[in-house]
């Protein structure tokens, strides 16, 4: 949900709300409960909810029915994934609302962070237990904010490590009752967490395997392959735009730089091409060392998406050609400018797993694919960065230059060939 507006709450600079709830305890739970009968739940029908924001969301309220006292609670989670250190779920009895946060690797570096009791429990594992007082709010702003809403007792507690460089997930509880939780609120509590624990766990690591099957496949396929799509041969035939790009002069390139400086030219460089890509709903499949295989699935303005996005990434690179990130900026005269060739080809190709019984692959393969690789070989040839066939033109409602016939290797019949003017 990009764009979802936090009001009533408002989140810091590398937090993305991602999501939001709001049902009222009755739609979240079930009969009115004690904490047996929430321990009950935890063991039996909570097994059966596949999704961390209901499933959170249904604990609380069922925990507000089994204890008065208890009003705000947060969930905390590491993860792995390239750019995102950890989500956390929000939820307070006042307003209603349980929220999905997304948390990234620069809040880390925060004085906020840093001065959060969360900060111990997640790097360290240890547990923070304080009753919310002029001295307590003076250390932690959260407990001075806290404090002037009327809470009275704060609790930050590790639950299991989550795996990604030794932090812990944490579950905070926070209350208004005067004098804070009693000790046998407390002991009811820690007797759930230990069962909830499990339950993080199981949903954590899907997220995990989730995320870096987005991060390595990309969104489409690793949904796939999560849902079961995971035999040899599996797969099924798409109509779709396909994208396939080169970095010119690269061999060249790689005799000329150092390997840390061409990989982060590299880096460079596929983030523009990638980000363009994904901006327009487009779907990468493969680097291949300089090499982007992408597709946009067919659907109303499939090709004019692709072309929106090569241009988009054509603009990248000439961005990254004026202003290089600093691990290449000394070498601007031995790389400088970087020029991509881009072909756009429709096609049907087959989206699915190949490869080896050891060491499978999920990718799109078929003639559509060969096609779209030969064409991106005439860029150069034909002076153009984009060339964009005959079938994918038949989507666009635009001028273009039209480029003739052309023979490709490999393929019998001669493709037509098109590139946006100008």
């Known amino acids: 949900m990009a764009g ?19 049902r009222v305890p009755g739609e979240a739970t079930g009969a009115a409960g004690t904490l047996a009968e929430l321990e009950a739940w935890l063991l039996g029908e909570a097994l059966a909810v596949g999704d961390v924001l209901d499933f959170f969301e249904a604990f609380c309220w069922r925990m507000v029915r089994a204890m008065p006292a ?35 690797e ?74 804070g939780f009693t000790r046998s609120e407390r002991a009811g509590i820690d007797r759930l967490l230990s069962i909830l624990a499990l339950h993080v766990a199981r949903h954590i690591d899907r ?26 041969g599996v797969g099924e035939e798409i109509d779709a735009v396909i994208w396939m790009s080169d970095l010119r002069g690269f061999t ?40 982007v295989l992408a597709v946009f699935p067919q659907g ?14 054509l603009a990248g690179i000439a961005e990254l050609n004026e202003a290089p990130p600093e691990a290449v900026a000394n070498l601007r005269d031995v790389w400088a400018p970087l020029r991509t060739g881009i072909a756009l080809h429709e096609g049907t190709v087959f989206f699915g797993n190949v490869g080896s019984a050891g060491r499978l692959d999920f990718t799109v393969i078929g003639r559509a694919v060969n096609a779209a690789s030969r064409i991106e070989a005439l860029t150069k040839e034909l002076g153009r960065e984009i060339l964009i066939s005959q079938a994918a033109a038949r989507g666009l409602d635009m001028p273009l230059d039209d480029l003739g016939e052309h023979r490709l290797r490999g393929v019998a019949e001669p493709v037509h060939l098109f590139s946006p003017k100008g």
């Open 106 to 179: 620069e809040i880390l570096a925060t004085d906020a962070y840093r001065r959060s009791p969360i900060f111990a429990v997640i790097e360290r594992g240890e547990a923070f237990d304080r009753t919310i007082d002029e001295e307590t709010s003076a250390h932690y702003p959260l407990l001075r904010d806290l404090g002037r809403l009327g809470y009275s007792h704060y609790m930050a507690l590790p639950l299991t490590a989550a795996g990604s460089g030794g932090q812990h997930n944490l579950v905070s509880l926070a209350t208004r009752q005067p004098g």
């Open 300 to 313: 109303k303005g499939a090709a004019s998406a692709a072309l929106r996005a090569a241009r988009g990434a």
């Open 207 to 232: 997220r995990i395997s989730a995320n870096l099957l987005d991060a390595y496949l990309g969104p489409a396929a690793g949904g796939k392959v999560l849902q079961g799509s995971i035999r040899r």
């Open 252 to 291: 060249d390139l790689s005799a000329r730089l150092p390997g840390p400086a061409m990989t982060a030219l590299l880096n460079a460089y596929f983030e523009r091409l990638a980000g363009a890509v994904i901006a327009e709903g487009g779907e990468i499949l493969k680097f291949m060392g300089d090499g």
């Open 4 to 22: 979802l507006d936090p009001f009533p709450r408002s989140y810091a600079k590398g937090v993305r709300l991602r999501r939001r709830s709001q």
């Open 70 to 104: 208890f009003e705000r609670a947060s969930l905390h989670v590491g993860t792995l994934h390239p750019q995102i250190y950890g989500f956390a779920w929000n939820w307070e009895a006042g307003d209603g609302i349980c929220d999905e946060i997304q948390v990234a």
